[in-house]
């Protein structure tokens, strides 16, 4: 059979087959190039956006943080602002305290001064002290009462005249007339059965005395009795028996009148 094309011809169209199967062979190098930049710009966009997303999410909590740490600030702020509040109304009534201790140990002074100076301190049988703020006074049984009785001497009635006249002085005190014996029990004659009954009805006979014979205010008097239960010294000789046995009259202020005292001037240190 003879070929329909010519040799040339069939040479030209040879040579366009080529070129074309090269440029086919180019662009799908190329397209397959572009799909694989196309995945890699994906993975990358990918990677992206979730970097972008772990960016967004993190900025909250900073703003969130931010917005909570600005609280905390502002409410540890008024918290301080209350505590050096709180400290500085704590060391107003502390000042205010020191200062009403201050006037009631003033007062205290001058009761023991007083009661030195109207008492006499040469008198061994007589004891005047203060122990934390308070006046003590200590006076021998054998001033005041003859052995195993309660009735108060004509003696004793001379002493306590000038014990009342100080308390007197001091409406906004009160004195606590204290009984003491010693350890040798106490017969009982039908009226004070022991130690107890004597201490404390010693204690209301000095009392009747001030109310009755020397005008003290009942109410600034309380009635107390210790029996044997408190001694100055061991109850071993009849020297040391002698100094337990004693009546303490304690001159302090009443408690309620000194705390009102406090009030008062923390309310005016407050205007």
């Known amino acids: 059979m003879t070929s329909c094309v010519s040799k040339k ?11 074309t199967q090269d440029l086919l062979n180019t662009c799908t190098v190329k397209l397959n190039s572009c799909l ?3 995945s890699g710009l994906s993975a990358s966009l990918a990677a992206l956006r979730d970097q972008n997303d772990h960016l967004k999410s993190t900025n909250q909590d900073l703003i969130t943080t931010s917005k909570d740490m600005t609280i905390l600030s502002t409410k540890g702020a008024q918290n301080v602002e209350k505590a ?7 060391d107003l009534k502390i000042s205010r ?16 001064t007083s009661l030195k100076s ?23 049984d054998k001033l005041l009462f003859k052995s195993g009785s309660y009735i108060v001497t004509d003696k004793a009635k001379a002493v306590l005249a000038k014990v009342a006249k ?3 002085d001091k409406p906004d005190f009160e004195c606590m007339v204290e009984g003491n014996t010693d350890n040798v029990p106490f017969v009982g ?9 004597l201490s404390v009805k010693r204690s209301t006979s000095i009392i009747r005395v001030l109310t009755n014979d020397l005008k003290v205010n ?16 061991g109850n071993d000789s009849a020297e040391n028996r002698a100094r337990n046995r004693r009546t303490r009259i304690v001159v302090l202020p009443k408690i309620d009148q000194f705390y009102d005292m406090i009030e008062k001037e923390m309310k005016k240190q407050q205007k």
């Open 9 to 19: 011809k069939y040479t030209d169209l040879e040579a366009r087959n080529k070129e």
């Open 36 to 38: 694989e930049d196309k």
């Open 84 to 90: 050096l509040e709180s400290i500085k109304e704590k």
């Open 97 to 112: 305290m020191q200062d009403a201790l201050t006037k009631k140990d003033s007062v205290t002074l001058a009761i023991v």
């Open 118 to 140: 109207a008492v006499g301190i040469s008198d061994p049988d007589i004891d005047i002290n203060v122990e934390k703020g308070v006046v003590f006074i200590q006076i021998a």
């Open 166 to 168: 100080v308390v007197n």
């Open 189 to 197: 004659n039908g009226i004070l059965l022991d130690n107890w009954d």
């Open 218 to 233: 009942p109410a600034q008097l309380i009635a107390a009795g210790r029996s044997s239960y408190i001694p100055l010294v």
